[in-house]
DNA sequence: CGTCTATTTGAATGTACTCAAAAGCGGTGG
DNA sequence: CCACCGCTTTTGAGTACATTCAAATAGACG
């Protein structure tokens, strides 16, 4: 049950027994259904999540009600608007389930504890901003120098297998074009 | 000559007199000119920047030899490739003058002494990158939900007055369009 | 099984592009 | 100081890529 969260933490800093044990002890649990939103804009962000199992999406929903997807969040990847929860301000974005998922968290309060307590969880988070910090400077690059086709293939290589898990439509969300423009772009491949 | 730098510290973090001079010893000057580069893309980045005057540009450049620029750095703006500064890898970016500037700047070695000797400057620096995560999505955002007049308005909008200041095809590459097409938004607003 | 939503396909449209030429602007040297 | 050269911006015309709209098909969920 906690073995893929201790092996993430694992990836970048390491822990002694205790260590896994205490910030075990720290976490929560929660399961939620496909579709249900974790995160609504206008809410403050309160927790730190990490996706056990599932899929989560972040996405924007612009004025005229359509929504665009920042970022798909399949297991192992933490999920946060991290403008909302580091400054505890009403989030901006939206995060929602495109699977059953299980997902572990923190709150605020235990996290900035938690650094207290024990360094090495600052070092990993600060990790993780920096690398979202370069996955959003890739997308960035992206989307200025590659056509949609270029842009899809990248989406497949990121996410291995993602698109037979989710809708075509988030995926078009993602790229940026109608799901009619992707249904085209897949048949010329 | 120091006094934009302090100004900028003292957005995240407050700085005794000692403090203040502390940091100043350590700060090397750079005078270059427009079209100059500062980061060439391949090489590691050394040194993090501060714009004192002038205007930087950040820039990726394609396969085909387009480039894109991803951000400009105008006074009071950090400049630096943080993949690979923070990790000595070769530079994915280019950064170069759009304007003669005059930078201040640390190397990470000087920069890491920093952190150990004052960590008031391990939050300021965490801080510039959290703000610049923000930033990008906020970029990401606009290029998923925004036109191109839209986005134009946005750049105008982040970046009061720098239009008058570079060049036009600059900003075309930042907002993923024509030079070409830029004109004609412009003849109609 | 039936309903609702997602995907595919076709046709027409429009947005932004390329190519080409002219005009404007800036820097340099005579 | 002016003339020239090179680069940038503007303008026009034709084109292509991606869109919208609509209808048919397929798939998911209760």
Chains 1, 2 share one sequence.
Request: contains cysteine; aromatic residues 14%; charged residues 20%.
């Amino acid at each position: 049950m906690y073995q893929k969260i201790l092996a993430n933490f694992a990836l970048h800093i390491n822990l002694s027994t205790e260590e896994e044990a205490h910030v075990v002890s720290l976490l929560q649990e929660t399961r939620i259904r496909k579709n249900q939103i974790v995160l609504r804009e206008g809410e403050v962000c309160k927790h730190i999540y990490f996706v056990s199992e599932g899929c989560l999406r972040m996405y924007h929903t612009d004025k005229q009600g359509n929504e665009h997807n920042m970022l798909f969040m399949p297991e192992n990847w933490w999920a946060v608007d991290i403008a909302s929860f580091s400054g505890e301000k009403p989030a901006f974005y939206n995060i929602s389930a495109l699977e059953n998922c299980r997902l572990l968290y923190l709150s605020y309060r235990v996290l900035e504890d938690l650094y207290m307590h024990n360094p090495k969880f600052e070092r990993f988070f600060r990790i993780l901003t920096q690398n979202g910090f370069n996955l959003y400077q890739h997308r960035i690059t992206s989307s200025l120098s590659l056509t949609a086709r270029e842009r899809y293939l990248d989406f497949r290589w990121r996410y291995p297998g993602l698109e037979l898990r989710i809708a075509q439509k988030h995926i078009a969300s993602y790229l940026a074009i109608t799901p009619v423009f992707l249904s085209r772009l897949r048949q010329g491949l």
